[in-house]
Structures are given as structure tokens and as C-alpha cells.
């Protein structure tokens, strides 16, 4: 039997003015799956998941979390008492401990069935801090805490909007695995992100999203076999005269500043290289040959790339 | 600014300057005796008061109720006659809050020395009694401290709904909130709350550490705390009106303080409305704390209940009109 479908969008779209954020998309997904909505700051990823948590209205389309209506009022109640929620930079009361913040947001859902706030303290692996004022925590703990109180109402289908924007990468490994714990426990997470690699690490399915239009969807390993074509050969921190010569001899190449990447059509394209390599005096030690990844999928459908900061180039 | 307005105030004050005479040395024909009537001729000459002779034996407080006198004069029966034994004395008595009380007394006493100069004798022999009006020892401190609860409860309310809505907002808590079940309603009434328990806890520090400190003759009754209760309502309704202006975090003091000063300084707090300038006085009719001021010294300074009780309604409507007007500009979700 197929897997429930929890979330659907149908055509949605959302307008500001004359500025089109979201331009007619349409998708499903999956129960107990993680879906990594993928893509660069200002493609319309947040205000895709703030249609979908009812804090705004779309301008046109359908869009149903649960089986329900995201623009009927009274069908908006029962979607906020059963999903949860991580807002784009989460914040939540500094002066309140970590303990007191989940018990507040556990409150808030009245008599629906509720999760005490020490076994959420234990699954997001904060025992030790549960007592300390939040804003006296680093980044990534913060985002930890989000979760949590995004699970206190034991939702079915949880939205995390941008969970490690800004952290370092050991806080945004210590979330991942906070995440897939949740993939664990059966729950459908929604996940925006603008990481590559944590599209990756993550999620069952991909959906790549840039100006307000889906570019790609499925799940990444298929993603990469259909666009992410051939490995390629990175040559990191690279002279002048050598991104010079190749980009000479071959057109399929892509230079960011720091290193070259060269998509490979077969096997002599290693040896040319090495060949400029001997001839520009590049020390070889600092050539890879790469798999391809979403990166390159993202940089073949959109002729561009995502930058750390969630910008593009 | 502020020198402008106390300029204004200054500038404008006086409703005059009426004295209240009262003669009661009268001789059996009826008519006063000669020295009291020098006395008062004297006091008319001297063109600083505006003499507003009152019949013997009227009641006096009558005359303060009724006709708001702030100054009076008496000179007592058989005053000629203790005069001429060698010792009399003129009763004056008048509101200590007022700004002119001092040049009052300093006018009436060099009248008096100079009938005592007169009389050509070594010793003084009229001499001055004075005595304070307004529930007996009105003081500007007495006046003041209600103020100070009003200008407490006001600042705690216009600033903190200002600064709780602006922060929260913009540091992404409201955005969380607004995911989970709780509507707007059940948000601003829970700040309005927060407040009002803020506002009461403010307001009897001030009157506590006030009794304490300068033994403020107040008595806080039931109607104080109606009053309190119903600015306590209003100053963080009409906080919220000014918060769906602010933009940031820094603003927000200032448009707090951009509400609070004029009215702070517009309604009463530290001088009585009547000692303003016409405009100035229409301009207070339409400020909640010009009612928590008056309705403030009315229940416990003044005890008068009934009017008291007139000022908290007039503040429960301002809370009404402030809160309803409040929440249906406050955004929440981008539908509402």
C-alpha cells in the first residue's frame, strides 16, 4: 500500500506587489518521509512552508497539510493543533529556561495529547542544559531546542525552516542527527534548506526550487545520476595561466575563485590535465576527481551556485 | 519643549488672585469696627489681591467647596477690642499646593506690620494665625504623589505593551507563537494582564515608599484601586496602538516617550489643571492620565468618592476604546 500522502500543493502561487515568490508549484509528499525543499535565499522556500503553516495565504492554488484546507479558517486551527513548527530563525524566550520554554509551548495545546518535557529534552540530547537560560545557549543548541518545541503538540508532519543556517558545521552535524532521529520515530519532516549537503545527508526526496519554480525533484541519488553527469576533476587554488589554458581547451568548466572544476568526458581528460598540470607547474597533490553531487545538479539546471551565506554565483 | 510648556504654564497661570475677606468684628449698629475696617481698606490698597468681601458667620468650608476658594481671611469677633488689650490675631487660611500661597502670606504680614506700626507699640501686637486648607494639611508633596502613581502606571503600561510587542516581533518569538494554536486575543490579553499586575505592583511601591519617606497624609480607598485597575487597562491598550507604529526595537523608546511626555506634563501631574492655561486644559479632557490624576486624588486625598468614582469610568472607557481599537491593528498571522 503506498505511503499516506501529508502534504500536497497544487499549483500554488504567491504574489508581493508585482514580485511573483512563488510561481505556480506543485508537490506531494510522503508520509514518514523527509522532504528537503532545496534552494538559494529568496527562491521562495520560506514562503512555501509559511503557506503550508498557515502564516500566510497563497495568492492562487491549493495547498492541504493533513488532508486539510490551508486557507479555510477552521481547518487552519486543526492544522496548527497537529503539525509542528521550527520558524526561520527560531527564537523563543531568553529569560525562561530550557525546561520552562518546552513546559510553556506544552501548555499551549491545551488538552490535545502532549509529550512531557523531559523526554523531549532526552531526544534532542539536551540533558545537561535543561536548566539553563535559553539565551545563554550557543546556535546550535538553540536550534535544538526549536525542535523540541516543535514536537511538543506530537505532530505528524514537523516544518523546519533553515535548522542550521549560520552554524558551524560540528552544531550542524549535532542537528542532523537530531533530525534523523525524527525519520526514525515515523514522523513526515518538512525541511527547507539552502545546504547541499544536508539536502543530501538528509532527505528521502529533493525538491529544488530557484526564483519561485520547482527546478527538480526526487530523491537525490537520482537527482545526481540524471543531472549531475560526469565526474569531474577539481584542482584547488589553481594559477592564472593554468584556468587560462584549461578554459582553452575545455568549455565544460566552472572556476569559483578558489578552484576549477572540470566535468570529465572520459579517461584522457586526466591525463591533459596532468599534462597543463606539468606544464603551468601545479602541484598535483591538490587535484581531486569528484563525484558529482546535488551541487553540480543544482549548477547544471540553474547555470549557477549556491554560496555558504544562501546567496547564489 | 518642556520650557516651553512650563514657560506657558507660568506665563498664563492666575486665575486671579481672590482673597475671601470675612469681618466679624461688627459693633452692635451693624456696622464693622473701625480698625478691622482699616485693615481690610489697607489690604484692598494694595491692589495684590482681588478682595471678595463674604457676609460674617457663613460657613467657611461651604465657601471652599462651593466656590473653590483657595484663600481666606478672617478677622475674628472682638478683634478691636483684643487690639486695643494688647494682643489680637487674624486667622488666614489657604491652599499651601498653590504657587501664590507664599506671596500671600508675605503681603497679608507686611500689612499686618505695617497696622502694627500704627499702633505705635513696641511689641506686635496683631499677629498672624495661619492655618492650612484642603483636608487640613495639603502639601505639594500630597498633590504630587498622586501623580507619580499616575505617571507609574502610565509609563509601565504605554512601555511595556510598546517594548513587549516590538521585541518579540522582531526577535522571531511572535513568529513562533503565531505557528501554535494561540490566536491574537488570547496574546495581547495575556500582556494587557501582565501589565495591569506590573502597573498595581509600580503603583504601591510609589505609594508605599512615598508614606514612608515624606509621611504622605493619603489614604488609598476601594475607589484607588478601581482607578488604578482601570488605567492599569488603558495606558497598555493605548501602548499597543503606538506599538503597530514602531518598526524596530530602537524606536520603540522613542515613540514611547513621544506619548508619555506630553502627557505626562498635559495632564495635571505636577500642577493642578485649573492653574493652566485655557488650551492646555481642553487638551487634558482627552488623556486617560488626566482622569487617573484626578480620579487618584479624589479617592485618596481629597475623599471625594463619587467623583473618584466618575474619573474611573471615564478611564474604563479610554481601556475600552484602547484595547478594542489596539487589537485590531495589531497584526499577528499575514491573514489577520
Known amino acids: 500500500m503506498p505511503a499516506a500522502t501529508v502534504v500536497e500543493v497544487q499549483n500554488l502561487v504567491k504574489r508581493y506587489g508585482d514580485v511573483v515568490a512563488v510561481d505556480n508549484i506543485s508537490l506531494k509528499v510522503k508520509k514518514g518521509k523527509i522532504l528537503s525543499f532545496l534552494g538559494p535565499n529568496g527562491a521562495g522556500k520560506t514562503t512555501t512552508v509559511e503557506i503550508l503553516e498557515c502564516l500566510r495565504s497563497p495568492s492562487s492554488g491549493i495547498a492541504t497539510v493533513l488532508g486539510l484546507d490551508v486557507s479555510n479558517s477552521s481547518d487552519q486551527q486543526k492544522i496548527r493543533q497537529r503539525i509542528g513548527v521550527l520558524p526561520q530563525s527560531f527564537n523563543t524566550f531568553g529569560l525562561l529556561t530550557v525546561k520552562e520554554n518546552i513546559e510553556y509551548f506544552i501548555s499551549m495545546f491545551g488538552f490535545r495529547k502532549q509529550t512531557d518535557a523531559d523526554s523531549l529534552i532526552r531526544l534532542v540530547d539536551l540533558e545537561d542544559k535543561k536548566d539553563a537560560h535559553y539565551r545563554t545557549l550557543s546556535g546550535g543548541l538553540k536550534q535544538r531546542v526549536g525542535i523540541a518545541i516543535a514536537l511538543v503538540n506530537d505532530p505528524e508532519v514537523i516544518f523546519l525552516d533553515e535548522p542550521t543556517s549560520g552554524l558551524d558545521p560540528k552544531a550542524r552535524r549535532g542537528v542532523w542527527s537530531v533530525i534523523n532521529g525524527l525519520r526514525d520515530s515515523g514522523k513526515t519532516v518538512f525541511l527547507t534548506t539552502h545546504y547541499m549537503e544536508e539536502a543530501e545527508a538528509l532527505a528521502d526526496s529533493v525538491i529544488i526550487i530557484n526564483n519561485g519554480k520547482i527546478v527538480a525533484e526526487g530523491p537525490s541519488s537520482e537527482l545526481i545520476v540524471i543531472h549531475g553527469g560526469a565526474r569531474s576533476i577539481v584542482l584547488k587554488e589553481p594559477g592564472d595561466s593554468i584556468v587560462k589554458a584549461i578554459r582553452a581547451w575545455n568549455s565544460n568548466t566552472w572556476f569559483d575563485g578558489n578552484s576549477i572544476k572540470i566535468t570529465m568526458n572520459d579517461g584522457s581528460d586526466v591525463a591533459k590535465i596532468v599534462d597543463l598540470a606539468q606544464e603551468y607547474e601545479f602541484d598535483l597533490s591538490n587535484m581531486d576527481i569528484t563525484k558529482p553531487n546535488l551541487e553540480d545538479v543544482f549548477l547544471r539546471l540553474t547555470g549557477r551556485t549556491i554560496t555558504e551565506d544562501g546567496g547564489t554565483r | ?296 486624588r479624589n479617592s485618596m486625598l481629597l475623599g471625594k468618592p463619587e467623583a473618584a468614582f466618575g474619573n474611573a469610568i471615564i478611564v474604563l472607557l479610554f481601556a475600552f476604546v484602547a484595547i478594542v481599537v489596539g487589537s485590531l491593528i495589531t497584526s499577528w498571522r499575514d491573514e489577520d
Not at chain 2, 499702633?119 to 506686635?124: C, D, F, T
Not at chain 2, 507563537?177 to 501589565?195: C, D, H, I, N, R
Not at chain 2, 522613542?254 to 481642553?282: C, K, W, Y
Open chain 2, 1 to 296: 519643549m518642556l520650557m516651553v510648556l512650563f514657560g506657558g504654564i507660568f506665563s498664563f497661570s492666575g486665575d486671579g488672585f481672590d482673597l475671601y475677606v470675612q469681618n466679624n468684628d461688627i459693633m452692635e449698629n451693624g456696622l464693622a469696627t473701625p480698625l478691622s475696617e482699616s485693615l481690610i481698606r489697607t489690604l484692598n490698597s494694595t491692589q495684590a489681591f482681588d478682595v471678595k468681601m463674604i457676609p460674617p458667620n457663613q460657613d467657611m468650608e461651604s465657601l471652599i467647596h462651593d466656590k473653590n476658594a483657595a484663600r481666606i481671611l478672617m478677622v475674628p469677633k472682638g478683634f478691636q477690642s483684643d487690639t486695643e488689650m494688647g494682643s489680637s490675631i487674624v486667622l488666614l487660611r489657604y491652599d499651601q499646593s498653590q504657587a501664590s500661597s507664599s506671596s500671600l502670606v508675605g503681603i497679608v504680614k507686611s500689612v499686618l506690620d505695617g497696622l502694627n506700626a500704627d499702633i505705635a507699640g513696641i511689641e506686635p501686637i496683631v499677629s498672624l494665625q495661619e492655618e492650612n486648607m484642603v483636608s487640613n494639611s495639603l502639601r505639594f508633596i500630597d498633590f504630587f504623589m498622586p501623580g507619580v502613581v499616575g505617571i507609574s502606571i502610565m509609563t509601565t503600561g504605554v512601555f511595556g505593551a510598546i517594548t513587549t510587542n516590538t521585541k518579540y516581533r522582531t526577535n522571531g518569538v511572535l513568529r513562533k507563537l503565531a505557528t501554535t494554536p494561540l490566536g491574537k486575543l488570547e496574546w495581547l490579553s495575556g500582556m494587557v494582564f501582565y501589565q495591569l499586575i506590573l502597573s498595581i505592583l509600580g503603583a504601591m511601591l510609589v505609594i508605599t515608599v512615598g508614606t514612608i519617606l515624606f509621611g504622605i497624609a493619603i489614604r488609598p480607598t476601594i475607589l484607588t484601586l478601581l482607578i488604578l485597575l482601570s488605567g492599569g487597562l488603558a495606558f497598555p491598550g493605548f501602548g499597543m496602538i503606538v506599538a503597530r507604529l514602531v518598526k524596530n526595537e530602537e524606536s520603540a523608546d522613542a515613540a514611547g516617550n513621544a506619548v508619555t511626555f506630553p502627557m505626562m506634563f498635559l495632564s495635571g501631574t505636577f500642577f493642578p489643571l485649573d492653574a493652566m492655561p485655557e488650551i492646555v486644559q481642553i487638551v487634558a479632557r482627552f488623556m486617560p492620565l488626566t482622569y487617573v490624576n484626578e480620579g487618584l
